[in-house]
């Protein structure tokens, strides 16, 4: 996915190198449209290439036809509506070809006109995102301006106004792609919307920047951060391409597919992870971990059936995911395709996600949990015929503490060896991302591909959400206040309602779990010391005669049992508590909810406020807060659980 920013016609270095520039940037998209000929994804398929562009004249649409006649899909995010985008952008110079262009007619200035008709052109073979919510306040400052040419204020206002509007939609443009071409002079990079801006805007939020030189284009480089605009290295062509090919690589194929002598197979690509096999229901012999939750959670009915069942991939449509599908075709002016498209390439890729990650969770933390568990009833198994046998005669006792270390082992060896751990993090990633994808997806907003979780283990996830929410791409509307008050009502403030009330729940939940582990296994350990308190103070009423020692004899094996079993079982439950970290994992939650109740105040400050106030960058600004606590509450509860690994209790 290409963005492309760069100069006007009307730029001098752009003009004297025009010829030059257009070569450059055809060698550039031979260089791209081969090397996604070449690339083999985990499907043996990619999204056909797309082009982002605001279509201005100049750079943008020599780009755009160029894409155009290499069969690419043509995106354009416009910092207006299409009509007063044409308008502002044809560069009239009487306010009557303005309003003639606003209302869809044609400008009486032939050069007016032709680059109007020009943009026109290009703009009925693109998929368009509208930004019109604020069009009614700017063609008022548009028209004023040159309704009195003379009067620099109101042209400096109009400037400021679309400059804004302007790095708007650029931003739009580089959070959809996952390279941005760019044509700069390098005068400068500090006019709002400008080339330079721009180029700025990407390399902040990550975005690699293919730089074409303006006044030399055949020395096109590559940057990747803010400094090295300043004193960029010179690269040989060789090196230019093979890394060029390689930004497409990586943005096509998956990370561990890259490396991996047989995808199909290796563990951590998206296609061993699509073979995973979904099941409809969670499994009771996997519910231990949550079993400890219910019983120790404050729950009415601890002891209710645990078994879940989860939203199929092909009827989640009309199951849990159906409100969010209704809100989207209710949307005012919104995609009619947009609910099809997120049904079916985003909430079913949550539900399969979802519920396999929801197996594996329940088989990972269920399994560490019975190990725990089972370890004690090992020691107790071991210790628990002393009251009743001679010691000739533990064999039953000594073939159950066998059998269940057997089954400690087994466990362990399964869990390690079905990588239950690594899958459960990576799939429950996977469906993070989804959840709340169709209301970003809904507002043209996404994380751009600098900004994404770089994981330590496997980047597949991060790399398979990604390539889903390009699937679908920029919706195509007309961006207007009743629009963004339905989003924002009905999409994102639901969806931010709905995950701080379950936070709050949740946080509320694994407090208790915590608090009363820790006291159970402090009471297990407080009855340990009176055991062996006791059986102290029998062998020294013993010594003083107090008692027979035949009767302490048979009392301290009994002593003995309960100084084994009391403290086994203790350790058992302070290591469930350990395990599960109920504390940090509350916590968590309790700063999310509160992270994410900050959005809805927010939300709901703007929702009552006037019509007029209603602005995509606020809006957008919302969606992006939110994705932003969500991403950081992933990498919270993954930092808890990575290193704790399924292993043997010890």
Known sequence: MLGITGHHEANPAFSAGRARIATALEDIFDIIHAALANATTDRNEALPPRLHTLLADGTDQIAARSALRRGWELVTPLPFGRKLNTAINARPTTA?????????????????QARAAALNELAATAGLFELAERDAFITTHFLAQLEVPEDTKKAEL????????????????????????????RASRYSVGGTGHTICAALNLGAPVLWIDARAPENWRILSAPESISAPILQERDDMCALLSGLVRAAVVS??????????????????IDKEVWVPRSHPLSHAYRRVEALFGGERHPWRNLRQTYDSPETIGCGSGAAVLAALRTLPGGDPDLAEAVESKV??????????????????????????????????????????????????FAAAEFLLLVAILTITWVGQKRRWHGRWFETRRVAEYFRHAPIL???????????????????????????????????????TCNYLRSALENLLDMHVKRQRDYHVCKADRLTKVHENLDRLSGLFFLLAVISVTLSLGALIASAMHLVTRKDVSQASEWFTLAGVILPAVGAAVASVRYFGDFERFAAISE?????????????????????ESLDYDLVSDLAHTADDIVVSEIESWQSVFAGKHITVPV
């Open 591 to 611: 700063v999310t909810a509160e992270r994410l109740g900050a959005v809805h105040q927010r939300i709901t400050l703007l929702l009552d406020a006037p019509e």
């Open 158 to 185: 109009f400037h400021a106004i679309a400059s804004e509007r302007v790095a708007l939609a650029a931003r739009v443009m580089i959070e959809q792609s996952d390279l941005v071409v760019a044509v700069w002079d």
């Open 347 to 396: 909430l079913r890729r949550f539900a399969w996600a979802d519920g396999v990650s929801a197996r594996l969770s329940d088989l990972y933390r269920g399994g560490m949990t019975a190990n725990f568990l089972l370890s004690a009833a090992a020691i107790i198994a071991g210790a628990a015929y002393l009251p009743f046998v001679s010691g000739d005669a533990k064999g039953p």
């Open 255 to 272: 990370p561990a597919s890259a490396t991996a002598k047989n995808p199909e197979s290796a563990p951590g690509t998206a296609l061993a």
């Open 96 to 112: 009557r070809d303005a309003r003639m262009l606003i209302a869809g007619g044609s400008a009486f200035d032939a050069a007016t």
């Open 441 to 479: 997806i809904a507002l043209g907003v996404a994380r751009p591909v600098g900004k994404w979780v770089k994981a330590s283990d496997t980047g597949w996830p991060e790399w398979y959400a990604r390539q889903g929410l390009r699937e679908i791409g920029l919706p195509h509307v007309i961006i």
